[in-house]
Nanobody, 111 residues
Framework: QVQVVESGGGLVQPGGSLRLSCTIS????????VTWHRQAPGKEREFVAV???????AYSDSVKGRFAISKDIAKRTIYLQMDNVKPEDAAVYYC?????WGQGTQVTVSS
C-alpha cells in the first residue's frame, strides 16, 4: 500500500512564505504525476498544482506566479513552495499520487 504523507503546514502571515512537503513511500506508478489540492472551510476541494512524471508543471490561476511545485526523486518528496501567501490560501492542503491521498496539512494565514 502506497503511503502519502504531507507536512510543513502551519501559521503564516500574509505576504509570507511556507514550504509544504509530500513524501510518498514508493513510486509504484511510473507514469503518475503528483497533485496538490486544497480545501478551505465550507468550500469544495480545488486543484492547486501538479507535476508530471516527466517534470511538467501546471498551476491554478489563483496561485500561478506565487507557488512553485518541485520534486526530489531521491527523497521521494514533492514540494509546494508558497510565496506571497494571501488570506485566501488558508486551507487544508492535500497531496495526491495516483489514487492515493494523504491526510492533509493545515495552512493558516493570519497576521
Amino acid at each position: 500500500q502506497v503511503q502519502v504523507v504531507e507536512s510543513g503546514g502551519g501559521l503564516v502571515q500574509p505576504g509570507g512564505s511556507l514550504r509544504l512537503s509530500c513524501t510518498i513511500s514508493e513510486f509504484t506508478y511510473d507514469n503518475s504525476g503528483v497533485t496538490w489540492h486544497r480545501q478551505a472551510p465550507g468550500k469544495e476541494r480545488e486543484f492547486v498544482a501538479v507535476i508530471t512524471s516527466g517534470g511538467a508543471k501546471a498551476y491554478s490561476d489563483s496561485v500561478k506566479g506565487r507557488f512553485a511545485i518541485s520534486k526530489d526523486i531521491a527523497k521521494r518528496t514533492i514540494y509546494l513552495q508558497m510565496d506571497n501567501v494571501k488570506p485566501e490560501d488558508a486551507a487544508v492542503y492535500y497531496c495526491q499520487y495516483f489514487n492515493f491521498w494523504g491526510q492533509g496539512t493545515q495552512v493558516t494565514v493570519s497576521s
